[in-house]
């Protein structure tokens, strides 16, 4: 029991319980149920009682309870009419205070233990004390409910305790008592069986226990004692329904009767006695119930429906299956289980008419790629004595797979050197990046993948050299859609075949892989070719009729007049159907003779045909005649065209 600090004598060092088997959701201990194929023992019982402390058989042996011991002060009950084993349970606080038990009544340690053997359930337990002379009763009580909450040993203070804690507050009708008298070194045992309604519980008269259904023993020293009893014959009437007694406080008394007082107690949070004990075995499974593959699952489109499937089951006893199964999902990387947190899913009642029970439990949708590990908890049914169990073992796991998306690509149209040359991705398939939380009840998906997609151009004329590839960045990803390389678009230089590839990253979201379509270049639609522009020529002759006069006299002076010129597309200088000259002009003449003067024409002529000049000499000199007009100047003119030559021919 609790204690103050103080000096001891020949106080062995406190040491936490022996823990036989942990289950029950609760956290609380269950001295297991043991199975025993042995001979007969202990009253035709699994336990050898012999009078060595504990006994060990079967393995793997009792649940060992500390208690100080010596010369000092310890918890237990103030000495009072409302303290007596018949009525301490209605007790008023405070029901604790500080004793210090005589030698012979103080106890060291007690040993718990159940077992089972051909049907039967068995109880050991056992006693060591501070002296080996004297005389009392050793008296062992097991109630079906818990201590109270403020009975909180481990933690709460010794003022706390004394102030707030009644151990025996919960007792109720069928709550036992079995005592053990040591007068003259006595091996009988009694037992007496609450009744009655709360708060008004009647202590049954003594039953002794004859040998058919106990058996005890002292060791040779004196200072320690063991023994068995049957609990299925004394206790549970023979019947193989499951009851468990969740507070067991072992004690000294004065004696057997309702007012004897207690001497000393070992308050302490002691493993639950039960004949049942169930187990929690759980598979992991689709939404719509089938068993998930052991490669794991597709993210598919960033939404998967999963659910947890929980058997539970019960040995050494029988009952209508109740309680329900909470499950909690985790996503947790190996070899992590989800033992704790985790998103609570929800819980399932049982149901049927018999164990085992199969439970499923509600939908859980994933929204992330990774690994996932279910916990379900089997609250235990307090009513017919089943404790609690769980499963989340390393077969509660399985794995969420990402998503290869496809990437379709097609190029745009070849061209001449000097064009642009373009490529366009069909991103599909993708899954939704995870939703946040990753874990939840409703389905809701994550936002639009995300990424980029980098476009590379490989040529002219071959697969690794890089003519030109895309910053990622100017292609960012929203999902599944069309991507066309970004602008300014590649202008080609240099002609020849190109290979465009185009890759998709990511962007480290978990749920889609990254892929490239066309790294070998074996893609047709993802080629271009690049010609040269054909040159071609025109070839066209053209002429421009000039003419020039020399103007000149023998005497009178120097020259002064006009030349005057003009131009026919025919060959005699006529107007032919009133058509004038193509071309006519004037020129001044002055100075000393001779004098030349010239056309200026620059109308070409691009036909063949006939041309003549009528010329004339006007003369400001009277000393100077002049020249009429004259038409003895033809010329004949034949154009061939060569018409246009290519670079093709």
């Known amino acids: 029991m609790p204690h103050t600090p103080g000096t001891r004598t020949r106080e062995r060092p406190r040491r936490p319980l022996r823990r036989v088997l942990a289950a029950g959701a609760a956290g609380c201990l269950t001295i297991a149920m043991v199975m025993v194929a042995s001979p007969a023992l202990a009253a035709d019982g699994p336990f050898d009682i012999n009078g060595v402390v504990p006994d060990t058989s079967p393995a793997p042996g009792p649940a060992e309870i500390n208690d100080p011991f010596g010369n000092i002060k310890e918890l237990g009950p103030e000495n009072g009419s409302s303290t007596k084993i018949g009525v301490i349970h209605n007790d008023p606080l405070p029901t604790l205070g500080l004793t210090n038990p005589n030698a012979q009544v103080d106890l060291r340690r007690a040993w718990l233990q159940v077992a089972q053997e051909s049907g039967k359930d068995w109880l050991y337990f056992a006693w060591e004390r501070d002296k080996n002379t004297g005389s009392g009763f050793i008296a062992y009580e097991f109630m079906k409910e818990k201590a109270p909450e403020a009975c909180a040993y481990e933690t709460a203070s010794e003022a706390q305790l004394i102030a707030n804690c009644n151990p025996w507050a919960n007792r109720d009708a069928g709550d036992f008592m079995i ?72 004690s000294t008394v004065t004696g057997n009767s309702d007012t004897a007082d207690y001497k000393d107690t070992i308050l302490a949070t002691t493993p639950p006695i039960s004949n049942c004990t169930s187990t929690t075995v759980t598979t992991p499974k689709t939404g719509a119930g089938a068993d998930i593959p ?120 070849d061209v001449f050197v000097g064009g642009e040359l373009t490529d366009s991705a069909d991103l599909s398939g993708l899954a939704t990046e995870p939703a946040n939380p990753v874990i939840n009840l409703d389905g809701t998906a994550g936002p639009a993948a995300g990424g980029t997609i980098k476009f590379t151009l490989y040529g002219p004329d071959d697969c690794s050299t890089v003519a030109y590839e895309t910053d990622p960045a100017d292609t960012p990803v929203d999902g599944n859609g069309t991507y066309d390389t970004p602008d300014p678009q590649f202008v080609a230089t240099a002609a020849g075949d190109y290979h465009w590839v185009a890759m998709y990253d990511n962007a480290d979201s978990p749920n889609n892989n990254d892929v490239t379509h066309n790294a070998e270049c074996d893609d047709p639609d993802e080629d271009v070719t690049v010609s040269s522009v054909p040159s071609s020529l025109f070839s066209e002759q053209n002429w421009v009729p000039n003419d020039s006069v020399t103007v000149s006299a023998s005497a009178g002076g120097d020259l002064s007049g ?43 002529v691009e036909a063949s045909g006939s041309f003549s000049w009528k010329v004339s000499y006007d003369s400001d000199n009277a000393a100077q005649e002049d020249i009429g007009e004259t038409c003895h100047e033809t010329s004949e003119l034949t154009i061939t065209n060569g018409g246009t030559v290519s670079s093709d021919d």
């Open 294 to 413: 052991g490669g794991g699952l597709s993210i598919g489109t960033g939404v998967v429906a999963v659910k947890d499937s929980a058997v539970v089951d019960i040995t050494g006893g029988t009952a209508a299956p109740a309680g329900s199964v909470a499950f909690h999902l985790c996503k947790v990387d190996a070899p992590g289980l989800c033992t704790t947190g985790g998103t609570s899913v929800g819980s399932t009642n049982l149901g049927g008419a018999a164990y085992p029970a199969t439970v499923t439990s509600p939908t859980a949708y994933v929204t992330s790629a990774g690994r996932y590990c279910w916990r379900a908890v089997f609250s235990g049914d307090s009513a017919n004595g089943i404790p609690g169990s769980s499963d989340s073992t390393a077969t509660e796991c399985f794995v969420v797979n990402p998503v290869t998306p496809s990437l379709a690509t097609t190029a745009g149209d």
């Open 179 to 250: 005592l053990w008298d040591q007068q003259g070194n006595s091996l009988d045992l009694y037992l007496r069986i609450w009744s009655g309604t709360k708060p008004n519980l009647t202590l049954g008269a003594p039953m002794q226990l004859n040998a058919t259904v106990s058996q005890a023993a002292y060791s040779p020293d004196g200072f320690r004692g063991e023994a068995a009893v049957n609990l299925t014959d004394t206790i549970f009437g023979g019947q193989t329904k499951c009851l468990a007694f969740a507070n067991t406080i072992p």
């Open 562 to 604: 006009t030349v005057y010129f003009d131009l026919y597309d025919n060959a005699d200088c006529s107007e032919v159907s009133g058509d004038a000259a193509i071309y006519s002009t004037s020129q001044a003449v002055s100075g000393a003779s001779p004098q030349e003067v010239s056309t200026s024409n620059t109308t070409a």
